[in-house]
């Protein structure tokens, strides 16, 4: 993996001294710390999402039985 150097604007500085803390903690350099971070961050952004089909029903017993006629007359009168 190839290395770079960057620059980066408008970090908030108590976040940045919080991650030189805990990478000195963990003996990691900043660096790596930040690729870590990045890592993290693009992995979790990638996580499929369930569209509204993948979701599953529930059964709410008796209680919501007119759930929907209910909210419909609030929504419409």
């Known amino acids: 993996m190839a290395k770079i150097q960057v620059t980066i604007k408008n970090v908030d ?3 940045f001294s919080e ?3 805990e990478a000195a903690r963990a003996k990691l350099s900043v660096g790596v710390a930040i690729s ?3 890592e993290k961050w ?4 990638k996580k499929p999402r369930l ?3 993948d979701w599953k029903t529930i059964r709410g017993g008796a209680k ?8 419909d007359s609030i929504i419409y009168g």
């Open 51 to 53: 569209s509204l089909a």
């Open 42 to 45: 693009l992995s979790e952004s």
């Open 64 to 71: 919501t039985k007119l759930l929907s006629e209910q909210a």
């Open 19 to 21: 991650l030189k803390a």
């Open 13 to 15: 500085e108590d976040a």
């Open 36 to 38: 870590l971070a990045i």
